[in-house]
């Protein structure tokens, strides 16, 4: 195969130094979320009960403030890839204007409405459970200004190919994060109201650090000089938007619909609930590597469009693609393997382990085979600005497979709780289906960015 440009730039040695710190990251990512888990556990059942409810919230909004950063990390790495540094640090200040203003008012709504909007998404749950939930929803609301700035400036790192700073950013959250759970519930006694604390803390530094990063780098592919100079570009925001926007919908809608499915634990008592959130956060361990493979392939197909180098794209994606099946193949086996002394950790009852054991199964067999082509072979076609198409495919298999199928199984034919992991292997499926036949296809070839 003749070697084109981008292929001599993304040679092994670059990709490594692009992917090893993101799979740090995204371990650590899972970190924050485990030791919460964990930590919280000492106080009962009921307070990893809470925490997974209000999660599963955040998330949500977590993936809302990541879609934007994802059409920001489009825009700025096509520009890059075009040699266009200028253009790229404009693009990334309007990244920064929209990414704020959105959180803002999200936290406005929040604090405002949060005790409500508990009430309808997770109904008639018990006393202690809804208490844990509403302190620690409250707490954690106030950090979505600087959690949108940390996706922000993470995204634009990411984008210039610089992935080892947001892995010591990541280093920092997890060292605030697990140091201020173990004073505040342990030294203080705070119990949930320390755990979210102390989340509040390492995302206020974590959007501190990298703020004050792409503020002072004068010489560097993307900065933020003259960020308080204002000035809206409305051409770059809806490049931003037009990749941002679809992916804060199907992002939005993926999670929404795993929120209204949680209903289902819900239904099963305490046990249900906490078997899914401790099932959740260790099946989180076999996607993270998955998930810096995804990452790599959105900052390294992004590039490769702003160059117009096409073969480039269609080489990266493939290869990323497998090596992300192998990782994947690997880190369930390990949850495979140690399953039963990780569960240990959680001090969950009887009834919960075998819940957990069980969700745990289904997940281990199940992702490896669909996650690549489900989660991370769409980033190859947002790269290109076909947003929109993986948009359209997400929702429809969120609530025709996910949803439905999760309710049809768990109540008419009796299958329980286990039908929500059922239905999550189908709707792997069926976007994978898709996705791939999408790409084959080659019509995000026409598609424009910039």
Not at 116 to 125: F, V
Not at 325 to 341: D, H, K, Q, T
Request: glycine share 8%.
């Amino acid at each position: 195969m003749l070697m084109t440009p981008m292929m001599k730039q993304w040679n092994n040695s670059a990709l490594f130094r692009l992917i090893w710190p993101l799979l740090v990251e995204q371990i650590l990512g899972v970190t924050i979320g485990l030791a919460d888990m964990i930590m919280v556990a000492t106080v009962g059942e009921y307070a990893v009960s809470g925490v997974s409810l209000v999660e599963a919230i955040n998330i949500l909004l977590v993936m809302a403030f990541g879609a934007l950063a994802t059409g920001g990390s489009v825009v700025v790495g096509q520009y890059l890839g075009r040699g266009d540094r200028k253009s790229a640090s404009h693009g990334a200040k309007q990244l920064i204007y929209v990414s704020t203003a959105a959180a803002f008012i999200v936290m406005g709504i929040t604090l405002l409405l949060y005790r409500p909007l508990l009430r309808a998404i997770y109904g008639n749950i018990a006393p202690d459970v809804m208490a844990a939930a509403q302190t620690y929803f409250w707490l954690t609301a106030f950090g979505y200004p600087f959690l949108a700035l940390y996706n922000a400036g993470a995204a634009l790192f990411r984008s210039a190919g610089n992935s080892r700073v947001t892995m010591s950013v990541a280093v920092m959250v997890n060292i605030l994060n697990i140091g201020g759970n173990g004073i505040l519930i342990f030294g203080f006694h705070l119990g949930i109201t320390g755990a979210a604390i102390a989340t509040l803390a390492s995302r206020i530094a974590a959007a501190a650090v990298l703020m004050f990063l792409l503020l002072s780098r004068k010489s560097a592919s993307v900065s933020l000089r003259g960020l308080f100079k204002i000035k809206i570009e409305p051409s770059m925001i809806r490049s931003i938007l037009n990749v941002g926007i679809p992916s804060g919908l199907e992002n939005s809608m993926f999670q929404l619909g795993k929120i209204l499915v949680s209903r289902i634990f819900t239904a099963f008592g305490t046990s249900a609930i906490a078997a899914n959130a401790v099932s959740g956060v260790i099946n989180s361990f076999s996607f993270m590597p998955g998930s810096a493979f995804a990452l790599a392939i959105l900052t390294v197909v992004s590039q490769c469009l702003g160059a117009q180098d096409y073969e480039a794209a269609r080489y990266f994606t493939a290869k990323l693609i497998k090596m992300t099946y192998g990782v994947m193949i690997f880190a369930n086996l390990m949850i495979l393997i140690f399953m039963n002394p990780i569960l240990l950790f959680f001090n969950l009852s009887a009834e919960a382990v075998e819940f957990s054991k069980t969700f745990l199964w289904v997940h281990c067999i199940a992702s490896p085979l669909t996650w690549p082509l489900s989660f991370a072979l769409p980033n190859a076609l947002r790269a290109a600005g076909d947003a929109r198409y993986c948009m359209i495919i997400a929702v429809i298999s969120m609530w025709t497979i996910r949803v439905s199928a999760s309710y049809l199984l768990a109540y008419p034919l009796g299958l329980g709780p286990i039908s929500v992991w059922y239905a999550m292997a189908g709707d792997f499926c069926l976007r994978s289906a898709c996705y791939v036949w999408r790409w084959i296809g080659g019509r995000w070839e026409n598609k424009r960015v910039i």
